[in-house]
């Protein structure tokens, strides 16, 4: 009778998050609440809240979303208020020396 081997698994190694990598490399979360001007009712402002990811202090991707909303869109702007957090810090990764598995 031949003998019977459990099967190999092979685990390969999890991907890693696209947006955990631009964190390392220096973006942030970024929010803009943009106020602008109702086509219709120029007296109204109406409200939009923008988020991703970007490089303070200069913005470069708020910067295109903006273009792209005077080129694109009837509402004009009125303001652009902007707050942004780096959520990893080079500080708090660190590489783990060992894992151990419970159970």
Do not use: N
């Amino acid at each position: 009778m031949p003998e019977l081997k459990p099967p190999v698994v092979r685990l390969s190694a999890p991907a890693v998050d696209a947006d955990f990598l631009r964190m390392i490399e220096g973006y942030s979360l970024t929010t803009a609440e943009i106020l602008y001007r109702m086509p219709d009712h120029p007296l109204l402002l109406q409200s939009y809240i923008w988020q991703d990811y970007d490089q303070a202090p200069h913005f470069p991707v708020l910067q295109r979303f903006l273009s792209f909303w005077q080129r694109s869109l009837e509402g004009r702007l009125h303001t652009v208020r902007v707050t942004s957090s780096r959520l990893v810090r080079p500080c708090e990764l660190a590489v783990a020396q060992s894992v151990a598995l419970l159970h």
